[in-house]
């Protein structure tokens, strides 16, 4: 449905964009996950049609809309957009957001793609009410049936869930998921939150500086992330010294890791990925002292420090609560 190939894109002299390569296939979710400034946003403008590509191609469906020098009208690209602040129109009543984009359509056929899209999104009945009637999630479902309504080949989700309360963003972000995958609608979306990126994509691609360091599954992404910016980025961990063993796995000061595990080699410093689920608190193993607590619902993470300086994050039960400053001692649970 969606292919980026050696896109770059920038404003005067500066490029923010470097050789983004993604596909996204029919049905699918993508989504580029990122922190504020890492080019993510322009991206999607740019395969929007906002932003002109200074090398490379967008193609959807087989159609190239974007090169150097050409650049389709995005109202000719029949993509949807889902804005961070939803922008209903407020003089216009939830079944009126609804068809608003369903001019092609004859007008006998209208209400009843705006009833279908309603039930969709689980909004039936609510046709007359007005967006300021509705809380948060309610007008994200009508931002989302307003975009789906006209069947655009690819929808592209601008921050969808950042005014949301940070509590209801992850339950909102797998109710669309839900949707969009009934609708078998193909979707991109713009993130920075990781619970929104796992909660919502089928393919999650991470961006720094400018440049697309993974494009992958979820559990790719997590369990085996491809560089050192991925592997900080998402999820919790830290990277600890470590040296090849005769195995073939790698010697660390808390023992043998598999070589399965992501290693990072930086000016020959070989550093691997512990998350926090890979270390436990014991009655014996390398002591270490407790730096802070954070509570996580179901468990606790605390973070370390060894006596060589290093620092690490352990999940425990909990049950089990050590105060700052605490000797603990800690032990490889992979």
Excluded at 71 to 99: K, S, T, Y
Excluded at 202 to 223: E, H, P
Excluded at 302 to 322: E, I, N, W
Aim: proline share 5%; glycine share 8%.
């Amino acid at each position: 449905m969606l292919e980026v190939k050696n896109v770059s894109l920038g404003y005067a002299d500066t490029t923010v964009v470097h050789d983004v390569d993604l596909q996204l296939a029919q049905g699918e979710i993508g989504c580029l996950l990122g922190a504020s400034g890492c080019g993510k946003t322009t991206l999607l403008r740019a395969i929007a049609g906002f932003e002109p590509v200074r090398s490379g191609a967008i193609t959807l469906q087989g159609q190239q809309v974007s090169t150097p020098g050409h650049c389709l009208a995005p109202q000719r690209r029949d993509i949807g957009m889902v804005f961070q602040e939803h922008a209903l129109f407020p003089h216009h009543d939830v079944a009126g957001n609804v068809g608003f984009g369903l001019h092609r359509l004859p007008a006998a056929r209208r209400p009843a793609r705006i009833a279908e899209m309603l039930e969709l999104v689980g909004l039936q009945g609510m046709g007359n009410r007005w967006p300021h009637e509705l809380s948060g999630g309610q007008q994200q479902r009508v931002a989302l049936a307003r975009a789906l309504a006209p069947r655009p080949r690819l929808l592209l989700m601008d921050e969808p869930f950042s005014s949301l309360d940070a509590s209801l963003r992850e339950t909102i972000a797998r109710e669309v998921r839900a949707i969009l995958k009934q609708a078998q609608a193909t979707a991109l979306m713009v993130t920075h939150d990781q619970h929104e990126a796992f909660a919502m994509a089928d393919n999650i691609g991470v961006m720094a500086q400018g440049r697309l360091m993974q494009w992958g599954s979820a559990t790719q992404v997590y369990c085996t992330p491809a560089t050192r910016e991925v592997a900080q980025f998402v999820g919790e961990g830290v990277l600890l010294r470590a040296t090849a063993s005769a195995a073939g796995g790698w010697d660390t000061v808390l023992g043998s890791l598999p070589a399965s595990q992501p290693n990072y080699v930086q000016d020959e410093d070989v550093q691997v990925l512990l998350r926090p689920e890979h270390l436990a608190l014991a009655a014996t193993g390398l002591p270490a002292t407790v730096l802070d607590c954070k509570f996580r619902g179901s468990h606790l993470v605390y973070s370390l420090q060894l006596l060589d300086g290093q620092r690490l994050m352990a999940q425990t039960p909990l049950a089990r609560v050590h105060a700052p400053a605490e000797t603990v001692f800690v032990q490889l649970a992979v």
